[in-house]
Structures are given as C-alpha cells and as structure tokens.
C-alpha cells in the first residue's frame, strides 16, 4: 500500500475508532485534550508501520494497544509532577489490563456517553460545544468544521483549545451523571445535537441553505447516542425528528438554489428510508410508555407532513393540537408562531393572525424574520394586500439568507401587484 | 454518501441452507457495531432465487417475459444487502471489511455501490446549474 492510500485508510478508520479511542484514554488519563493527543499519537505510529505491514485484521484494538500503551507511560512519567497523576499511576496499574481487554472488546459504551456529557460541558459555550463534540465524537477535522460554520480554521482550533482548557480547569469530572442530573446533562446534549443539525439544515448566513455535513454528523450522532441511552425517549424523539426532516432534505433548494417551501415540495422525492426511520424511532420512544416530550412532539408534527400523501391532506388539526402540547411542555413565542400557522390551516387565517397578533409585540421576537413572514402570508390569504406587502418587506430586510430574502421580496412585490388591482 | 454492500450468492444460499449458528452471531455482532456507530441505515437478506421471479425485454419495444427462479450463476445473484451512509468511500471499504465473510467455503464475494446522491447534497453552484441545464433538456426533449 503506498502512502497517500494509507493515509486515505487511516483516516476513514480515525472516523470509525477515534470516539471510542479518546473515550477509553480520557478515562485512563482524565485529560481529554491529552487522551486526543494520545489517540493521535497512535495514528501517526499507524501511519508508519501499515503501509509496510499492511493494515492489521483488528485496527481498532491495534491502535487502543498503542495509545493505552502509550498513556501508561505517559503516566508513569508524570506521577511526581502532580498528586493527580500520582494518583492515576496508582490505579492505572491496577486497571490497565482488564482495561486492555475490556478496550479490545469493543465495550466503550458508558465511555462514549460520558465523552459526548463531557464535550456537551454546561462550562462550555455553545459554540465550544458544538465544536468539541463535532472534533472528537465525529472525528471531523478543525477543516471541516471551519468550513460547517463557515468561519475559520484558527477561530475553531482556538475554540476547541479554551474548551479543552476549561474543562481540565472545571476538573470536569468523567462520570456518569445520574438522577435529576442526568435529565439534565442529557437535555444539554440534546440542544448540542439539534443546533448541529439545525445550523446544517437552515444554514443562517450565506448562500446557501443546506449544509449536508452538519446534518449528517447531527444524525450519525442522534443515533449513537440512541444505541448508547435506548431508555431516554427524547433521544428517539430527537433522532425521529432529524430523520424526518433530513427525509425532505432534496426538496428544500430548487433548481436555482431557491428554498422550496415545506408544503409546495415534491413530496414524490422525499426520502421514503428516511421518513421510515423516523416513524420507527418515534415508535420505540412511545413503547416507553412516557408523555411525550418536545423532541418528540415536533417530531410527531414531522411525522404528520410525513404521512400525508400531498399537502391538501394534512392533518391540520393534528398539528394544530400538537403544537398546543408543545407549547404547554416548551412554552416559547416560536412554538406559539407555528401553532399560529397550523391553526390558520386548520380553521382559517383569520384564527391564526388573532394569535400572531398575541404574540407580536414580544421583544424575542423583535429581530425574527418568521414574524412578519407569517403575519404577511395570513394577511394576504384574508386579502389583505396592503398590510401583507409591508410585512414581506419587513421580513425580507429581516433575514441574513440570501435566496429567502430573494423569496420574501417576490412575495412582496406579487402583494404589490394584487393590492393595486 | 451512501453505500451498498452487496453480498453475493453461494450454493448454499442458493440451495436455502441456513448460515452456522457462529457466522449468524458474528453477522448480528457486525449489524450491532454498524448501529452503534450510527451508519447502518437498512439491510435485509433475500430468500434464494427459487422464490424469485424474473421479468426482462429480450425485444426492444416487445412484451416482457416472465421467468420463475432458480437462477444459474450463484455470483451474479444478489443474497443480501447493507445499506450505510458513511463520509468518504475509504470509510465504506473499511466497514465492508469488517463484514464478516459472508459464507465462507471460498464463495464469499461483498460487491460495494455507491448510491447516487440527489442534487440537493451537493453544495456546488455549478453541480446544481448541470443539474438544472439537463433537467430542462429533459423537459425540452419529452415535448413533442
């Protein structure tokens, strides 16, 4: 194998095994920032020794030997330097071993779920959250990630430090949260997963509104972390959700890289394996047998749009009380927004302004485009050209997106042309 | 991306012959870590083609023709199938080896497929503008 296929290979199993190699170290060292070093310090060895020995027939446990091997010297140098590694040096003796074979077996799931608490740190930013999570649970590189967010590699590589850094300052410990705290800490989680996919699927900026990475990773993520908590309902809630919406991903741009509306999309192009998925992992959170929570509820409304075989025959009033559960569980002025709009479609425009216009002089929503946006729509379904126009405006100066402003402006001047009739 | 893993028939998937009871728990430990790593997206395995049925035109423009299974050529008959959505194909080859071998007795043969992506995940200008001229040749050519 010659070098440039070797690094090709490398990476592609840095992907499959890093997770599982830095939650096994960060457990053996407490350092999550050195237990990557020490995973990638295995790589680098990998990197030498396959292109002439050949890939072995386990890499992962190949490469857990090394780097374990290579964190227990790391610990024996230290254990003078600070009580902590004197400390791990003791019980890194005592495990290493069992430690190996228990590695060598694959088992790192509690790891794994202790990992993805610790890079969802409530210490950290969101933004270090995020970026964490993405770098050592989805194996993506400082690259890619800058690219995601369309910033920059030394914005993201510092960010990625400070996190690192905070956490070893929080001595953030590598246990398992458990009771009311574990709700908790999960829920943190959950928030992590979500805006990844959210900042993938609705990108905020820029030209572009679909990021396919981010969603992917988002997904991937959602269903690890369902094989690694299958008792917590919101996880299933959450992975139904991002399948469902992920379903509708081709739909979303049109030919020119104009966003496509939920209800004008080409609903014969909706990924079926997708919306499949989706309503199996809804159905696994029901099985457990609680109410359903906010991840699980929005993801019921997904699933109503996903049934529906064309827009006509959505179930609005389904939808509408939904979004009235949701809005008793995560009361917030957004939820209240869609409610608005699922109300219009199920009773008629004027019900849903009434409720817009509740809502509408709420500081949260100041600088939402949506606001306006939907108010613009109601008011022109009621005929109410006028008004509609200035709301499209509104929103359209509203939103960073550059093809939904080009969307809004249409809608504006299509108002524009009706009111002047 | 996505990508199929084909595995390919042998006579003893042909003949119906249910796999060792060590190969089924190493192919349910192979299914188990795809899941765990959150890239398994579908796989079934398909009864053998004496329970299969094939149509094909041999006439261009004629009627289709009906054929029941068994079918010769245990290599060109698909036994099953694993759908991934994984990054790179690198990562799709490495998860193909990890499968186990699917029959053994020398006959195991896994044919890797990439999936054709839709338009929309790529995030390429000019790949939606391609997309876009031929859809309209398209349309252009089915007018009469």
Request: net charge negative.
């Amino acid at each position: 194998m010659n070098r440039p296929a070797a690094r090709r290979t490398v990476d592609a199993i840095w992907r499959i095994e890093a997770p599982k190699l830095i939650a096994a170290l960060t457990r053996m060292v407490r350092d999550v920032g050195l237990a990557e070093d020490l995973a990638q310090d295995a790589m680098v060895v990998a990197l030498e020794r396959w292109p002439e020995t050949g890939i072995p027939d386990n890499p992962g446990a190949w490469l857990m030997t090394v780097a374990k091997r290579r964190a227990i010297d790391w610990i024996r140098r230290n254990r003078q330097r600070d009580d902590k590694y004197a400390e791990l040096a003791r019980v890194s003796e005592l495990i290493s071993e069992d430690d190996m074979d228990k590695a060598l077996d694959g088992e790192v799931g509690d790891d794994l779920l202790r990992l993805v608490f610790m890079t969802c740190h409530p210490a950290l930013s969101r933004e270090a959250r995020v970026a964490l999570t993405l770098r050592l649970l989805c194996g993506l590189t400082t690259e890619e990630i800058a690219r995601s967010f369309l910033t920059s590699e030394p914005t993201v590589a510092q960010r990625i430090v400070r996190a690192k850094k905070t956490l070893n300052a929080e001595r953030s410990s590598f246990e398992m949260p458990s009771g009311e705290e574990l709700a908790e800490r999960l829920s943190a989680v959950l928030e992590v997963v979500y805006l990844m996919f959210n900042e993938g699927y609705a990108a905020t900026s820029g030209e572009h509104w679909v990021r396919p990475l981010l969603c992917q990773e988002a997904l991937r993520l959602g269903r690890i972390l369902a094989e690694l908590a299958p008792r917590e309902p919101e996880v299933h809630g959450l992975v139904a959700l991002m399948e469902i919406q992920a379903s509708r991903l081709r739909t979303r741009v049109g030919d020119q890289g104009e966003p496509v509306l939920l209800l004008d999309q080409d609903r014969a192009q909706w990924d079926r394996l997708l919306i499949r998925r989706g309503l199996a992992a809804l159905e696994r959170c029901r099985k457990l047998g609680r109410p359903l929570g906010p991840y699980a509820l929005q993801a019921a409304i997904a699933a109503c749009h996903a049934e529906a075989p064309t827009s006509e025959e959505t179930n609005w009033i389904r939808i509408a009380a939904l979004y009235e559960a949701l809005s008793r569980q995560a009361p917030s002025p957004i939820v209240e927004l869609n409610r608005a709009v699922a109300v219009a479609m199920a009773f008629g425009p004027a019900y849903g302004l009434q409720i817009v216009d509740e809502i509408a002089g709420l500081s949260a929503l100041e600088n939402y485009h949506l606001l306006p946006s939907v108010r613009g729509e109601l008011l022109r379904k009621l005929g109410r050209y006028g008004e509609a126009r200035l709301e499209f405006e509104r929103a359209a100066a509203m939103t960073r997106n550059v093809r939904e402003q080009e969307l809004l402006c249409a809608r504006a001047a299509e108002c524009d042309a009706r009111s002047s009739d | 991306m996505r990508f199929m893993m084909i595995v390919k028939g042998t006579t003893d998937s042909e003949a119906g012959t249910p796999p060792s009871p060590e190969l089924l728990e190493a192919m349910q430990k192979y299914n188990e870590e795809l899941v765990k790593a959150g890239v398994l997206l579908a796989a079934d395995g398909l009864q053998p083609t004496s329970a299969g049925i094939r149509i094909s035109y041999p006439e261009p423009g004629g009627k289709p023709k009906v054929v029941d299974g068994p079918f010769a050529e245990a290599k060109e008959i698909i036994a099953g199938y694993t759908l991934i959505e994984v990054k790179s194909r690198e990562e799709a080859i490495e998860w193909a080896l990890r499968m186990p071998d699917p029959h053994g007795f020398g006959q195991g043969e896994i044919e890797l497929r990439q999936v054709f992506e839709p338009h929309d995940l790529t995030s390429e200008p000019e790949a939606l503008a391609g997309q876009a001229a031929l859809r309209k040749q398209l349309d252009e050519r089915r007018r009469p």
